[in-house]
């Protein structure tokens, strides 16, 4: 099957830690295509292999030059291009941008996801008529991006964003980035899960705890998640100001953040604060869409 020729379509990976997910668009952001498949556990090769297949995937039947974006679960050297940063294990110390190119012979255009992110939320999404755009991934990680009038800020070390590694607790756990007290270690979705298990005993998942408990803990669990949410967040109002915050990532459809979590965070914040705090509107598709907007 051929498509029509188009002036430059445009390929999009998101890759995740569970999932890579990619898109072919054309010029106008259409969705020809779209392909899921499940992120190979720990093991860096078959990552590797496993986009390489996608994007020939994507590529089948088409007539036509292509760009390629991809956002990744990471942030990475602006100068050597190493990832340095990752909640994927295997990806960090990897030269994965370089390796790519090599393996299908083409330039990818690479960025971290929560970027993305924000980016497309910024330019397609629900923060289209704001000027500085702060975007939350809560999921497997907790992560974010900067965009500022369409543009992202990547900051001198390419760091800008890096919410999830701010600590929130002197001396609070310890997190795979090598610091204490990281807000990752308190409100993404492994972290809330852990907490459920230690207050309770039992290994349940966020929306089985959300939806289904009844258990009396279900009470001091939820108070600690909207508590470590609104220190974040009031955090980033205090040091930015942004005009918006949006909110991604599968616990971005936990509907308490936005009513219950809004009133942590004005109770939080030292300021009297009327940020917007709005859910996306891409839902999973700003991943894909933020990589073909680079
Ligand atoms: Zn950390």
Request: net charge negative.
């Amino acid at each position: 099957m051929n498509y029509p020729s188009k002036k430059m379509n445009k390929i999009g990976i998101d890759l995740g830690g569970t999932k890579i997910e990619g898109v072919l668009l054309d010029d106008n952001f259409n969705i020809i295509k779209r392909i899921r498949v499940l992120t190979p556990n720990h093991d860096y090769n078959s990552i590797l292999n496993s986009v390489k297949d996608l994007i020939f995937k994507l590529k089948i039947g088409l007539d036509s030059p292509v760009t390629i974006g991809m956002g990744i679960p990471g942030t990475f050297s602006s100068t050597t291009g190493i990832v340095n940063h990752s909640n994927t294990p295997c990806l960090i110390g990897t030269s994965l941008q370089k390796n790519l190119e090599n393996l299908i012979g083409q330039k990818i255009l690479m960025e971290n996801d929560s970027n993305c992110f924000a980016l497309a939320e910024s330019k397609l999404g629900i923060a289209k008529n704001y000027d500085v755009v702060f975007g939350i991934i809560l999921g497997t990680g907790v992560g974010s991006g900067l965009v500022i009038g369409g543009n992202v800020i990547h900051g001198r070390n390419n760091f800008t964003g890096e919410w999830g590694h701010h600590s929130i607790i002197f001396d609070g756990k310890l997190c795979y980035c090598g610091r204490k007290g990281c807000l990752d270690q308190y409100i993404s979705g492994p972290s809330l899960e852990r907490h459920w298990t230690e207050l309770t005993g039992k290994k349940e998942s966020v929306s089985e705890i959300i939806y289904n408990n009844s258990e009396k803990e279900i009470s001091e669990w939820k108070y600690d998640f909207l508590n470590f949410f609104a220190i974040g967040v009031s955090n980033i109002i205090n040091i930015l100001d942004p005009d918006v915050i949006v909110l991604g990532g599968g616990l971005s459809n936990i509907s308490f953040l936005y009513d219950e979590g809004i009133e942590f965070i004005k109770k939080e914040s030292s300021n009297h604060q009327n940020t917007p705090i709005l859910k996306n509107e891409l839902g999973d598709s700003a991943g894909v869409f933020g990589a073909c907007l680079l």
